[in-house]
Structure formats: C-alpha cells, structure tokens
C-alpha cells in the first residue's frame, strides 16, 4: 500500500498521468457536445473564407476547457502559487466569452476589452510582469507600468495569434500540443511542477480534441471558447518562462535565451499574425477583418490537405526549434534575432510565391440562412402548428 500512495505522490507520475486523464475525458465528452451542438443547432455558419463545407459544432472549446482543469485539479500542488488561482480564474471569464461569441457573436471590441480586463488581472495581481529583455536591443530593466503595458500586449497577440491560426482542421491544436509539451517539460526541469502539470493537461485535452477535430462524420472545432483557452494558457506559459529566467545571472539552472526560446516555440502563430496585421493594414483594412490569406489558407488552396498542411507547418517549427538548440552553443541572443527577422522575410516571401500559383479556385458562396434566422423560422413554425392544433381542436 505504501508503494501505491509514494507512486501518487510522485510528481512525474502524477504529470503523466494528467495528461493522459485529460485526453480520456476530452474524448469522452465531445461525442456528447456535438450531439447538444447538432441538437440545439450550434453550429458554425459557412462563408466564402470557411475551409469547410458543412455546419460543424463549434463547442470542442467546452471539452478543452474541462479536461484541462479536471486534470490538474485532481493532484495537490502546494506550491502552485496565486498566480495559477489567478490564472484559472481568468480562464472561468475567458471561458464565458468564448461561449457567449459561439453561440451569439459579439464584437471585436467586447472580445478585445475582456481580453485585456483578464490579463491585467493575472499581471497585477499576480505580478507576472516581463520587466527585462535580457540585454536584447540593449534594454534589461523595464519601469514597472511600462512592463505591466508590455506583457498584456504580448498576452492579447498570443490570445489572437492561437485565434487566428484556427483556420483549417488540426492546426491550432497541434500547435497547442507541441508548445504545451515544450513549456511542460521546461517548466519540469526548473522544478515548477504544478505548471507542468497545467501544461502536460492541456496537452492532453488538445490531443483527445484533435482526435474529432480531423474526424470525417464526428468533425467538431474549438471555437472561440477554445482558442481564447489555448492562447490564454499558451501566454501564461511563455511569459512565466520569461519571468522565471530572470534572474539567470544568480542562478546557473537558468538561461539568457528565454525570450528567443519561448518566442521560437510559438514562432509560428507569431509569424501569422504578424503578417496578416501588415497585409490588412497596408490595405486600409481592420487588423480583425478575416479573410483567405493567411498561409495555412494558402497552402490547402495548393489541393494539400488539412492534415499534411498541419504536418509541414507544425514541422517546420519543429525544425526551426532542433536548429536553435544545435547552434545554441555558437550564436548569441542578437545573432537568433536576426536570423527570425530574415527568416519571417522568408515566411512572407514564401506566402507571396505560393499565392500567386493559385489561379481558379473554385470557392462558391454558401447562401444558408444564418443561425439566428433558422431559430427564428423553427420558432415561428412552432407558433403555426400551435395555432393549426387549436383550430383543429376547435373544430
């Protein structure tokens, strides 16, 4: 028995076991959120930029949400810290909106102010404020309401970034499983266990989530509720390994290259975003308009699939991730720097070639009635058959 109750209480055994708890209720609870979804009617609506043809429950957010927290719960962290209760707390509010923009739709600017309302609240409560660049572009030391501005900017473009990246079937979700696992295992390694356990149980959501996500007769996507979820989380994670490794001169555990690190491990939604605010706003547009140019849209317009598009775009950052370790020992913070500044010139080239070899792509414009007029006919058919009833009744 005591071999059993030391097993429980081993931490390696207990972040494992997360994860693999989290992956079993995530596919366990979906089958039933896409039948209430399909029931109930919420659905996601298809339009010209959608990269899916059919009405699809947008809920699999509900799933993430649950696993993830179900499984971190279950195992005492004391010394998890107020940060993560602050963390949870932000994920409950962030949780609710999702809800609220999947099934009713609300405006950016709503969605923008709760955003940044949530992470202030974990950057001032909880002091998790970036406050040096570790000598890159020559700062070290930020002034306090500067670091609080600066570290909810980087929160509210990862929240967006993972919003953005949810276009096409699998994408958002592997990026969420490879950074999870890559901030789960750093955060191990500095012993900050009840972190890694958050991260491997995301993980572990994604992973069951993605099991439907690339599903042909049971599809469902993570909506709102789950890319603000992921992206929230994915934020949390990078910018406490920013702040940890802080103080890495009076630490030899520590490291100088946790900005480069954690800004590689999520280079890709970065990369996305980034251009796509540039794109829009050379074009007079709104940064939040959507359209079809992001590359992952550019690449399954190519006739690649969802799946093998998601392979080589996660792949590639993968990749980038093994070359930053091979050279880590030879090249300097400013040196990786530069080398991501060439390579999203790169990236941005790449997206322009690709985009120029689509030529007569074929995407007609759905006309299905919107949600709200579809209830709104169920309704008024209800009121009808009712009043037929009576009259017959009356009869």
Avoid at 87 to 102: P, Q
Avoid at 122 to 144: E, F, K, V, W
Avoid at 283 to 289: H, M, N, T, V, Y
Wanted: aromatic share 12%; glycine share 6%; hydrophobic share 50%.
């Amino acid at each position: 028995m005591k071999e059993y109750i030391s097993l429980f209480q081993n931490k390696e055994f207990q972040i494992l076991s997360s994860l693999i708890i989290s992956l079993i209720i995530s596919v366990a609870s979906i089958p039933v959120i896409i039948n209430i979804s399909k029931l109930k009617d919420l659905m996601a609506e298809i339009e010209l930029r959608s990269s899916h043809e059919t009405l699809t429950p947008t809920l699999g957010g509900v799933a993430i949400f649950a696993a993830t927290l179900i499984s971190y719960f279950i195992w005492d962290n004391p010394y998890e810290g107020h940060e993560i209760h602050l963390a949870v707390a932000d994920l409950i509010i962030l949780f609710f909106l999702g809800i609220k923009d999947d099934i009713l739709i609300l405006s950016p600017k709503k969605k923008l102010l709760i955003q940044i309302a949530a992470s202030i609240l974990l950057i001032t409560l909880g002091d998790l404020r970036i406050t040096s660049l570790y000598g890159l572009l020559g700062i070290t030391n930020i002034p306090y309401f500067i670091s609080v501005i600066f570290t909810t900017f980087i929160f509210i473009s990862l929240i967006n970034a993972i919003n953005l990246l949810d276009g096409i079937d699998g994408l958002a979700g592997t990026v969420g499983v490879m950074a999870s696992i890559c901030f789960g295992y750093l955060f191990f390694s500095l012993d900050l266990f009840a972190h890694a356990t958050l991260a491997f149980s995301l993980a572990g959501s994604l992973i069951g989530f993605l099991r439907y996500n690339w599903s042909v007769k049971n599809k469902i996507f993570m909506g709102d509720t789950g890319s603000l979820i992921v992206g929230f989380l994915l934020s949390f994670f990078a910018v406490k390994y920013i702040v940890i490794n802080s103080d890495y001169l009076y630490n030899p555990n520590l490291g100088n290259d946790a900005p480069i690190l954690a800004m590689l491990i999520l280079i890709l939604p970065l990369f996305d975003t980034l251009r796509m605010f540039i794109i829009r706003l050379l074009a007079k547009k709104s940064p939040f308009e959507g359209d079809r140019n992001h590359l992952h849209h550019i690449v399954i317009d190519q006739g690649i699939s969802h799946m093998a598009a998601t392979f080589w775009l996660v792949g590639g950052n993968c990749f980038l991730l093994i070359i930053y370790f091979y050279f880590k020992p030879t090249l300097t913070n400013i040196q990786f720097l530069e080398s991501i500044s060439m390579l999203f010139s790169f990236y941005c080239l790449l997206a322009y070639l690709l985009s120029k070899r689509i030529e007569n792509i074929d995407r007609v414009k759905f006309t299905k009635i919107d949600k709200i007029k579809r209830l709104q006919i169920v309704d008024e058919k209800k009121i009808k058959e009712s009043i037929v009833s009576k009259d017959l009744a009356k009869d």
